[in-house]
């Protein structure tokens, strides 16, 4: 990139000369302009160098030092006068005005035309900038020839940060660190101040802008820019690089576009392959849910060499579903593939005995648990991740457990049926017991199920007054409240020290603790099996 300084150092340009002694000649320079008019600040492009006899100034010091201000906010590279035809010299007011700025201001000797000193420096420029057109498409058949071999993402920017000798980072849409490459900051980056950094990106990437920022990093401060990938994306992927003022040359912004390009079409080769395999998932799950039997079935052995981790004795679906919301809808499909992408690096590979697959309906998938465990801690972290990511409300509906993978469609239908049947639409976690204890009992006669409810219930089981209802009712909401106390009493309206007494009455009458885990399940089957409409 060209710049004053470069200009004044160059023997055919040694006819001019800096007037100013706090002038910034690192200034980059485009472009020349040649004008006369007073308010050409109002249409000059950035970064170009003004050329003019200052005509229109020669008795207006003041409008001369209102220019200079007016140009060192565009920002313009500098202002070349030609002294001698109107101006005999520059009022030492306006010197000041461009020290105090920092801002460029060059003398041309009155034996020079304008034309001749502007066509000179524009060919000076426009070789320069043929040299940074044919370097950035050099680094571009570079990159794809990588990428035609197989490079990976990562390796693209590692080649990208030897090129420009300076450090860059990669940010994936989840605003985490994809690819590192740092070789060239040393920097010490703790962990508050990699947070700081992260959300300074994750505000560009929400807002699909560039950026630059000049932050504090370990102990020094540090300029960096911010690109989006592609600003057509839900949430794209962002370039961080660091120092990019002391990019190389002829390393030029045209050529980190390209590279931008390269790495945009890498990545879009990389998702092509991850949709691929997400589609035999979506195959082998159709497969699953609608066969009978894997006895001397060759297409089981098939799909269990792809997914050997689908033997076990315990099986258990989740139903996923992502509600979105209107003004996200022409992103429905990449929110999809986003989170998918989510769920399956920050579950599945986290937690070895759940498994993903998506359905056949967009933003809707499902975990296959292969172990008994605690599942809600992990439900409860998606469920914010998945709001705080990308604005959308997840919902699961969680299936009775199998243990045969040839009974998978069971669990599949109650944990879908779970959601499809919920009376609390707010609740993002639900479970579909009824249909769990109604396959148990599917064999079961109706005198049989009467004996089994009164053994366990006693006079509540069907009660005939209004004292055992009333226990009933307070024995059923203290169990769907987990056993507390004060939720119960908010619940029915009635005062925590009658719910303690209603269930001292339950205990005393069915001669168990209530909290007893075994006997607490028991209740719960036999205040289903009881209810009028429970057949």
């Not at 693209?156 to 090129?163: A, N, P, Q, V």
């Amino acid at each position: 990139m060209t710049s004053i300084k470069e200009i004044l150092q160059t023997p055919r340009f040694s006819e001019l000369s800096l007037l100013n002694k706090r002038a910034d000649l690192e200034r980059p320079l485009d472009t020349i302009e040649i004008f006369e008019t007073p308010d050409v600040s109002y249409y000059i492009q950035k970064n170009a160098l003004l050329v003019t006899t200052a005509m229109a100034f020669r008795d207006d010091t003041d409008g001369l030092c209102h220019l200079v201000r007016s140009l060192a906010k565009v920002p313009s590279a500098g202002l070349a006068i030609k002294i001698g035809r109107y101006l005999k010299a520059i009022d030492p007011r306006v010197l000041a005005v461009a020290d105090e700025l920092n801002f460029p201001i060059l003398q041309i000797p009155v034996s020079h035309q304008l034309g001749d000193i502007s066509h000179k420096l524009l060919s000076f420029l426009w070789h320069d900038q043929t040299e940074q057109i044919f370097y950035a498409l050099e680094i571009q058949q570079k990159f794809v020839n990588l990428m035609i071999r197989g490079a990976s993402v990562d390796t693209l920017m590692k080649e990208l940060s030897s090129m420009i000798k300076q450090s860059v980072l990669l940010i994936d849409p989840f605003g985490e660190i994809a690819s590192s490459q740092m070789q060239y900051s040393n920097l010490e980056m703790p962990k508050k101040q990699k947070a700081v950094l992260l959300e300074k990106i994750r505000e560009c990437q929400n807002n699909k802008r560039r950026e630059r920022l000049l932050l504090e990093l370990g102990q020094k401060k540090m300029l960096i820019s911010i690109f989006p990938l592609s600003s057509d994306r839900y949430l794209p992927y962002m370039l961080v690089i660091f120092d990019p003022d002391e990019l190389p040359y002829p390393f030029s912004q045209f050529a980190i576009q390209q590279s931008l390009t390269v790495l945009t079409l890498a990545l879009y080769k990389e998702q092509t392959l991850l949709n691929e395999k997400r589609a035999e998932r979506r195959s082998f799950l159709t497969y699953l849910l609608n066969r009978k039997t894997a006895l001397g079935d060759t297409d089981w052995l098939e799909y269990k060499r792809h997914f050997p981790n689908l033997n076990s004795n315990y099986y258990r679906v989740v139903y996923i579903e992502s509600l979105i919301k209107k003004d996200q809808h022409f992103y429905t499909k990449e929110i999809d593939a986003l989170t998918y992408d989510y769920l399956f690096q920050h579950v599945e590979e986290k937690y070895e005995n759940i498994m993903l697959f998506p359905t056949e309906q967009l933003n809707q998938w499902i975990f296959v648990i292969q172990k008994k465990s605690e599942i809600l801690p992990i439900l409860e972290e998606v469920h914010e991740q998945l709001l705080s990511l990308f604005g959308v409300y997840a919902r699961f509906g969680i299936g009775d457990p199998v243990n045969n993978i040839d009974l998978l469609h069971f669990s599949y239908t109650e944990s879908k049926q779970a959601l499809e049947e919920s009376e609390d639409k707010n609740a993002f976690v639900s479970y579909n017991k009824i249909q769990g204890i109604k396959r148990i009992t599917e064999n079961v006669s109706n005198e049989d199920m009467r004996y089994f409810c009164i053994s366990i219930l006693k006079n509540l089981a069907y009660p005939d007054n209004e004292q055992d209802k009333d226990l009933r009712n307070t024995l059923m909401t203290y169990l769907d409240m987990q056993c507390e106390i004060t939720k119960t009493a908010e619940m029915l309206f009635i005062h925590r020290n009658t719910v303690k007494y209603r269930i001292k009455k339950c205990e005393e009458l069915l001669n168990n603790p209530i909290n007893d885990s075994e006997f607490s399940l028991q209740l719960r089957v036999a205040l289903f099996l009881s209810e009028p409409d429970a057949g």
